[in-house]
């Protein structure tokens, strides 16, 4: 089993859906969370940091449950520039696991 | 803004032949990583340092060997490549966090060096 599992899409949807992605961990003692994005033929970017008790960032929602070992990302309003793929990235025994990645295409 | 440069984009070897990939940040981060990413498989890690002189095995360190001279330079090396090295290469840097030596989990990446073994 991997240690970050994502689903790698592509989730396709038009411009201003909302659209939800979620990542599953393996290890309980795994200590934080962060979305990465990463634009087609570019390097990782940090999205945002995902807190315990949730947080967002202006379109962009993160959460964490711990008792199921998954962190989501909730895109509201979403623009055809929010289009690229986005990591799961898990923070454990000093050192970063990335997910492999889930693709969005926001289409017109 | 953190500027994190590898030194080549894109590079084609032969099989056997040595290969460096050099990387430079310039934010003074004491955190280096050399990464590779391959479709499906995502990103992992090769090798890290969190000081100079300092190197750490990744998770598939097997092939490859680093250097760290320098604070801000961190080298990738491959003695011998092979063609399941064609990869790309991304190089990161980051502050350590506040207790541990870890990273804080924000990286900064490199644009990333494409290698191509023939």
């Known amino acids: 089993r991997k240690e970050v599992e994502q689903d790698p899409g592509p989730f396709n949807v038009p411009e201003g859906a909302t659209v939800a992605f979620n990542c599953t961990y393996s290890?309980?003692?795994?200590?934080?969370f962060f979305w990465y994005r990463q634009d087609c033929r570019k390097e990782p970017k940090l999205l945002m940091s995902?807190?315990?008790s949730g947080n967002e960032d202006g379109r962009f929602t993160a959460q964490l449950n711990r008792a199921s070992q998954y962190i989501s990302l909730l895109i509201r309003d979403s623009k055809l520039s929010d289009s690229a793929t986005y990591l799961c990235?898990?923070?454990?025994?000093?050192?970063?696991?990335f997910g492999t990645g889930t693709r969005l295409q926001v289409f017109p | 803004d953190v500027k994190v440069t590898q030194s080549s984009r894109y590079l084609v070897k032969r099989t056997g032949e040595k290969v460096f990939l050099e990387c430079v940040q310039d934010?003074?981060?004491?955190?280096m990583f050399w990464y590779r990413q391959d479709p499906g498989l995502g990103l992992r890690l090769i090798y890290f340092?969190?000081?100079?002189?300092?190197?750490e095995k990744g998770d598939i360190p097997e092939g490859y060997s680093v250097s760290r001279e320098k604070k801000e330079r961190f080298s990738l090396i491959l003695e011998s490549a092979s063609t399941n090295q064609t990869s790309m290469y991304l190089c990161?840097?980051?502050?350590?966090?506040?207790?541990?030596?870890?990273?804080?989990?924000?990286?900064?990446f490199g644009e990333g060096s494409r290698l191509t073994v023939l």
């Open positions: 934010m003074d981060h004491e955190n």
């Open positions: 290890n309980s003692a795994s200590q934080s």
């Open positions: 995902v807190y315990s």
């Open positions: 340092s969190y000081d100079v002189k300092m190197k």
């Open positions: 990161a840097s980051s502050f350590p966090n506040s207790l541990a030596g870890g990273t804080t989990g924000e990286l900064f």
């Open positions: 990235v898990v923070y454990n025994t000093d050192k970063l696991i």
